[in-house]
């Protein structure tokens, strides 16, 4: 752990870091008062033996072995290898950190195993196993909590990263020269980690740059598994594996933070990406009976979230909100059995599942980028590529099969939610949600039975229910100048009409125009309190000519003067307008006083 906590740290010409999982490291505590004059501050994580101690390694290598000439042999070997680790860097309890440069506060972790799990048998009758599970579950935070941070010139950066692999191969072989002979092979990897950078009920002010919350996330695992069980007589041959990656990575300002940036923007980004490559053999040959199988699953099941609560968000630059999940999981499975004087069976089983959720979101929040835009982004993209064989051959019965299950149900989802909250962007307010999938299967199933039966079986199921959504929730005032001027559209206005029609001092002259002093008009047209009412109907001479029904007015285009009493209609409540007539136009009253 790397902390400022309840202390003052003050750079008045370089940066502040505070960096837990790197090397090079003074390795002291915190003291209750970080001054420095021209240099650095860094509050780092230390190094034992010039060793990184967030790169964790565990590498290791079993075999079991027996042999008989004339008796039982049984090899095997059991190795688990787990790994779990704790690495936490932040500014907490009303600690105040300010730098002419950047602040940075970042935790890190790079944690691989690599293992090779082997049982051998041979004898009479031998057996064969290797058994072996690894597990990574790790924290890595980096947070900003309760606290002021300030970069007069340079960024602000709160960073957790985790890296996982699992590199995995275990075989097992059995052979029998008189009498039965099994071989096998169970694996289980897991990987279960958490990864947050966050800053709650906090100011960050990077007046100069920008501000980034940023949650990243690779894992990865590697299997190979074999069972194999030669024999004079009866074989067996038996592979186990399933892998799972079950993560959660958050990237997230909250708790009624403040946030002003410059040209920088702020970036608040939950990023993860996660593979799983398997191939799974399971083989048996015997003079008389064989048996093969193979079953493996895979699961790959995140959380992905990046999002703005309950705080207030300025930037000279963009404002993005971005999640950001990957994962693909690839395999190739195949159980074989041969049977030289009887029966032999081969068989594949896989299940493999993607199942994440991932969100972008700013609920309950205000978000302006007074040069750039705002974007609110969920992004996924997935694959799954698959090849399943179950395979038999026998002088009486072969029977080989193979099922393969898919499934793939992600939940992808981008929003902005929150009545009366605000968003604007001097280009544009995006809200997107994408889910992109890519399927390659392959299945099959051989049986030839030279005596009696030969039978193939092959199922592949693949189920897709995944669920793509964004929206802007109900009451949010959203504007976007499209990187236009915004006082453009006051000039114009004034310009457009007599002072009695347009008061931006707030004075009551109908409900046409109410606008604060100084403040630039609002392109919503109903925000800025621009309506298709009485006041600019009766402002063109159209107060008597359109003839009202319920809510909506009638009459003769004014626009290309037609002459059809019905085709120009007003609706005062939507304040809109259309012509059904010649020159198909339409809009709010901005577009009219345009037209006009």
Same mark, same amino acid.
């Given at each position: 752990?790397?902390?400022?906590?309840?202390?003052?740290?003050?750079?008045?010409?370089?940066? %502040?870091?505070?960096?837990?999982?790197?090397?090079?490291?003074?390795?002291?505590?915190?003291?209750?008062? !970080?001054?420095?004059?021209?240099?650095?501050?860094? *509050?780092?994580?230390?190094?034992?033996?010039?060793?990184?101690?967030?790169?964790?390694?565990?590498?290791?290598?079993?075999?079991?072995?027996?042999?008989?000439?004339?008796?039982?042999?049984?090899?095997?070997?059991?190795?688990?290898?787990?790994?779990?680790?704790?690495?936490?860097?932040?500014?907490?309890?009303?600690?105040?950190?300010?730098?002419?440069?950047?602040?940075?506060?970042?935790?890190?972790?790079?944690?691989?195993?690599?293992?090779?799990?082997?049982?051998?048998?041979?004898?009479?009758?031998?057996?064969?196993?290797?058994?072996?599970?690894?597990?990574?579950? =790790?924290?890595?935070?980096?947070?900003?909590?309760?606290?002021?941070?300030?970069?007069?010139?340079?960024?602000?950066?709160?960073?957790?990263?985790?890296?996982?692999?699992?590199?995995?191969?275990?075989?097992?072989?059995?052979?029998?020269?008189?009498?039965?002979?099994?071989? /096998?092979?169970? *694996?289980?990897?897991?990987?279960?980690?958490?990864?947050?950078?966050?800053?709650?009920?906090?100011?960050?002010?990077?007046?100069?740059?920008?501000?980034?919350?940023?949650?990243?996330?690779?894992?990865?695992?590697?299997?190979?598994?074999?069972?194999?069980?030669?024999? $004079?007589?009866?074989?067996?041959?038996?592979?186990?594996?399933?892998?799972?990656?079950?993560?959660?990575?958050?990237?997230?300002?909250?708790?009624?933070?403040?946030? =002003? $940036?410059?040209?920088?923007?702020?970036?608040?980004?939950?990023?993860?990406?996660?593979?799983? *490559?398997?191939?799974?053999?399971?083989?048996?040959?015997?003079?008389?009976?064989? #048996?093969?199988?193979?079953?493996?699953?895979?699961?790959?099941?995140?959380?992905?979230?990046?999002?703005?609560?309950?705080?207030?968000?300025?930037?000279?630059?963009? %404002?993005?909100?971005?999640? =950001?999940?990957?994962?693909?999981?690839?395999?190739?499975?195949? /159980?074989?059995?041969?049977?030289?004087?009887?029966?032999?069976?081969?068989?594949?089983?896989?299940?493999?599942?993607?199942?994440?959720?991932?969100?972008?979101?700013?609920?309950?929040?205000? !978000?302006?980028?007074?040069?750039?835009?705002?974007?609110?982004?969920?992004?996924?993209?997935?694959?799954?590529?698959?090849?399943? %064989? /179950?395979?038999?051959?026998?002088?009486?019965? &072969?029977?080989?099969?193979?099922?393969?299950?898919?499934?793939?149900? =992600?939940?992808?989802? $981008?929003?902005?939610?929150?009545?009366?909250?605000?968003?604007?962007?001097?280009?544009?307010?995006?809200?997107? &949600?994408?889910?992109?999938?890519?399927?390659?299967?392959?299945?099959?199933?051989?049986?030839?039975?030279?005596?009696? %039966?030969?039978?193939?079986?092959?199922?592949?199921?693949? #189920?897709?229910?995944?669920?793509?959504?964004?929206?802007?929730?109900?009451?949010?005032?959203?504007?976007?100048?499209?990187?236009?001027?915004?006082? !453009?559209?006051?000039?114009?206005?004034?310009?457009?009409?007599?002072?009695?029609?347009?008061?931006?001092?707030?004075?009551?002259?109908?409900?046409?125009?109410?606008?604060?002093?100084?403040?630039?008009?609002?392109?919503?047209?109903?925000? &800025?309190?621009?309506?298709?009412?009485? +006041? #600019?109907?009766?402002?063109?001479?159209?107060?008597?000519? !359109?003839?009202?029904?319920?809510?909506?007015?009638?009459?003769?285009?004014?626009?290309?003067?037609?002459?059809?009493?019905? +085709?120009?209609?007003?609706?005062?409540?939507?304040?809109?307008?259309?012509?059904?007539? +010649?020159?198909?136009?339409?809009?709010?009253?901005?577009?009219?006083?345009?037209?006009?």
């Amino acid at each position: 752990t790397a902390r400022i906590s309840g202390s003052t740290a003050t750079s008045s010409a370089g940066a %502040v870091s505070v960096t837990a999982g790197f090397d090079s490291a003074p390795g002291s505590t915190a003291p209750s008062s !970080l001054e420095a004059n021209g240099a650095s501050v860094a *509050i780092e994580l230390p190094t034992r033996d010039d060793a990184k101690l967030n790169e964790a390694q565990i590498v290791s290598v079993s075999i079991g072995v027996a042999g008989s000439a004339s008796g039982n042999a049984i090899g095997g070997s059991l190795p688990v290898n787990v790994n779990k680790s704790e690495i936490t860097a932040e500014i907490v309890s009303s600690a105040t950190v300010s730098a002419s440069k950047s602040i940075s506060v970042m935790a890190q972790d790079q944690t691989t195993i690599g293992i090779g799990a082997g049982g051998i048998g041979i004898g009479a009758k031998g057996g064969g196993g290797a058994l072996t599970a690894n597990v990574i579950t =790790n924290m890595v935070k980096a947070r900003i909590d309760a606290s002021s941070v300030t970069s007069s010139a340079g960024n602000i950066l709160v960073q957790a990263q985790g890296q996982a692999n699992i590199t995995g191969i275990a075989l097992g072989v059995g052979g029998g020269t008189q009498g039965f002979a099994m071989g /096998g092979s169970v *694996i289980v990897n897991l990987v279960i980690n958490t990864i947050e950078a966050t800053a709650n009920n906090s100011t960050l002010t990077a007046s100069s740059g920008g501000v980034f919350v940023r949650a990243l996330d690779t894992s990865s695992i590697y299997m190979g598994a074999g069972g194999i069980g030669i024999s $004079a007589q009866n074989a067996g041959g038996v592979s186990l594996g399933t892998n799972n990656i079950l993560n959660v990575v958050t990237a997230a300002i909250t708790g009624n933070s403040t946030v =002003n $940036a410059g040209s920088g923007g702020v970036e608040v980004k939950a990023d993860s990406s996660a593979k799983v *490559i398997t191939v799974t053999i399971a083989g048996a040959g015997g003079g008389s009976s064989a #048996i093969g199988g193979a079953v493996v699953v895979n699961v790959i099941q995140k959380t992905v979230t990046a999002k703005v609560e309950n705080s207030t968000i300025t930037a000279t630059g963009t %404002v993005s909100v971005l999640a =950001n999940d990957k994962a693909e999981s690839d395999s190739g499975t195949f /159980g074989v059995g041969i049977g030289l004087g009887g029966n032999a069976g081969g068989a594949a089983i896989v299940g493999y599942s993607i199942a994440d959720t991932v969100r972008a979101y700013a609920d309950n929040s205000t !978000l302006t980028s007074t040069a750039a835009d705002v974007l609110v982004r969920a992004n996924g993209v997935y694959a799954m590529k698959t090849a399943t %064989v /179950g395979g038999a051959g026998g002088s009486s019965i &072969a029977i080989g099969g193979s099922i393969a299950i898919h499934v793939i149900s =992600n939940d992808v989802r $981008a929003y902005i939610s929150g009545s009366g909250k605000q968003v604007k962007a001097h280009g544009s307010v995006a809200v997107e &949600a994408h889910h992109e999938l890519v399927m390659g299967m392959g299945a099959g199933g051989i049986g030839i039975g030279v005596g009696d %039966v030969g039978a193939g079986i092959a199922n592949v199921t693949a #189920i897709v229910d995944s669920k793509t959504k964004a929206w802007i929730g109900s009451g949010v005032l959203v504007t976007a100048f499209g990187n236009g001027n915004p006082h !453009l559209l006051e000039e114009f206005l004034r310009n457009k009409f007599p002072s009695e029609l347009f008061d931006s001092r707030g004075n009551e002259c109908g409900s046409f125009m109410r606008m604060p002093e100084n403040q630039p008009m609002d392109f919503v047209a109903n925000n &800025a309190g621009l309506w298709m009412d009485r +006041q #600019i109907l009766d402002h063109y001479g159209l107060l008597e000519p !359109l003839k009202r029904s319920g809510d909506s007015l009638c009459g003769c285009c004014p626009l290309h003067k037609g002459s059809n009493p019905t +085709q120009f209609r007003v609706s005062i409540g939507k304040n809109l307008w259309n012509c059904f007539g +010649q020159c198909r136009r339409g809009g709010n009253v901005i577009d009219f006083i345009a037209s006009k």
